[in-house]
Nanobody
Framework: QVQLVESGGGLVQPGGSLRLSCAAS????????MGWYRQAPGKERELVAA????????DYVDSVKGRFTISRDNAKNTVYLQMNSLKPEDTAVYYC?????????????????WGQGTQVFVSS
């Protein structure tokens, strides 16, 4: 059974930085594409960053391009999200999960479960 444990969230002022981590188990990590999602209050969960299994390809939603960087360490079964220049609209619970890739499109891998997420709160 896949287990995903997110950490690294917290309260940060606008313009600040955070680095999120997601430790995965129960999955052959080095063949899994991975992504970070976020869900703000009253909004649907959205995919904000994706990374291919080898780490060569990455993709971002427009609202975070140039500010967020996704990376992974396959030796540690961990995916990271470096978030810089944070804005109040980045406030959300952040989750990681495994993805599938169809050409240039990324989707949630079927059958997976969600971790508890990590809360990011950007406010002065």
């Amino acid at each position: 059974q896949v287990q995903l444990v997110e950490s690294g969230g917290g309260l940060v002022q606008p313009g600040g930085s955070l680095r999120l981590s997601c430790a995965a188990s129960g999955i052959i990590f080095n063949i899994a594409h991975m992504g970070w999602y976020r869900q703000a209050p009253g909004k649907e969960r959205e995919l904000v960053a994706a990374i291919s299994n080898g780490g060569v390809s990455t993709d971002y939603v427009d609202s975070v391009k140039g500010r967020f960087t996704i990376s992974r360490d396959n030796a540690k079964n961990t995916v990271y999200l470096q978030m810089n220049s944070l804005k109040p609209e980045d406030t959300a619970v952040y989750y990681c999960n495994a993805l599938v890739r169809y050409g240039s499109r990324w989707s949630l891998r079927p059958g997976g479960s969600w971790g508890q997420g990590t809360q990011v709160f950007v406010s002065s």
